[in-house]
């Protein structure tokens, strides 16, 4: 379940704060990178990466700790 907080940046929902370590994958190049997400919401996530992504880059995420995972499952690409 989802903890509710006050939305105090008026969006549509609010972010919900999740320090996590993510892979991130290029689906164009195959790039394999490392990352961190810090916040997200039924919209979306934000993390920040070393890499440069262009708009409309196609990548695939996995959340290493995901707020949403029931078990320790790995993920390989």
Not at 37 to 45: T, W
């Amino acid at each position: 379940m989802l903890n509710i907080k006050k939305n105090l940046e008026r969006r549509q929902t609010a972010r919900l704060p999740h320090v996590s370590q993510i892979k991130i994958k290029s689906l164009e190049g195959g790039v394999l990178v490392k990352g961190r997400m810090f916040n997200y919401n039924d919209m979306g996530l934000y993390f920040e990466t070393d890499i440069l992504l262009s708009p409309s880059t196609e990548i695939f995420i996995v959340i290493e700790d995901s707020p949403f995972c029931q078990s320790d499952s790995k993920h390989d690409f």
